[in-house]
């Protein structure tokens, strides 16, 4: 079956580099798009960016210069690097995946990893 | 980026009632429209795709409706297990976006 788990560090420093790990199963990188979805706790949902099955990306513009988000298909695993982060930045971070692979498709999910909290603190 | 409308934030409703939430866009979004469904602690569930498509699993007692700038989510009777927060999710305009949220709370 369809799964996805988050991974990375639980804490990281204002300015430092956060770099997480999302790692699936039941399905192929090079069908589905991963995309990955913040929510800063008590708050709502921000959609942080995504790779297409096709290995392109695109990022939300407001993140865009701070943001890559990469892969390894052998690996079946979605990489998401931001840096210069702020304490603005602390949320859960999940990793999605749509039933399309394009950037000109719909993009819905309902196979979410369980996230994974991200403090930015000192 | 299209901004996406929920109304109200909160809801107090009783088990058993009928429960409507609406979500506005700020563009035409073609009724590329999805709602989840969060309960804390957890990941956000998908109940409704293309604005009246109901997810595979998801009870019958949940329907969309909706086009062009305004959408809608009911419930049919309420049960204890729908008390959450939804949200709609514009699924197609790029940055795609998420509402603000209506938590649902028990009188």
């Known amino acids: 079956q369809v799964q996805l788990k988050e991974s990375g560090p639980g804490l990281v420093q204002p300015s430092q580099t956060l770099s997480l790990t999302c790692t699936v199963s039941?399905?192929?990188?090079?069908?589905?798009?991963v995309h990955w979805v913040r929510q800063p706790p008590g708050k709502g949902l921000e959609w942080v960016g995504a790779?297409?099955?096709?290995?392109?990306?695109d990022y939300n513009s407001a993140l865009k210069s701070r943001l890559s988000i990469s892969r390894d298909t052998s690996k079946s695993q979605v990489f998401l690097k931001m840096n210069s982060l702020q304490t603005e930045d602390t949320a859960i971070y999940f990793c999605?995946?749509?039933?399309?692979?394009?950037?000109?498709?719909?993009?819905?999910?309902?196979?979410w990893g369980q996230g994974t909290l991200v403090t930015v603190s000192s | 980026d299209i901004q996406m409308t929920q109304s109200p934030s909160s809801l107090s409703v009783s088990l058993g009632d009928n429960v409507t939430f609406t979500c506005e866009a700020s563009e035409n979004i073609y009724g590329f429209l999805a709602w989840y469904q969060q309960k804390l602690g957890k990941a956000p569930k998908l109940l409704i795709y293309?604005?009246?498509n109901l997810e595979d699993g998801v009870p019958t007692r949940f329907s969309g409706s909706g086009s062009w700038t305004n959408y809608s989510l009911t419930i049919s009777s309420l049960e204890p297990e729908d008390i959450a927060t939804y949200y709609c999710q514009n699924n197609h305009v790029y940055p795609l976006t998420f509402g603000s949220g209506t938590k649902l709370e028990i009188k």
């Open positions: 039941g399905f192929s990188l090079t069908s589905n798009s």
């Open positions: 790779i297409w099955s096709g290995g392109s990306t």
């Open positions: 999605t995946r749509s039933d399309y692979g394009g950037y000109s498709e719909p993009h819905w999910f309902a196979y």
């Open positions: 293309g604005a009246t």
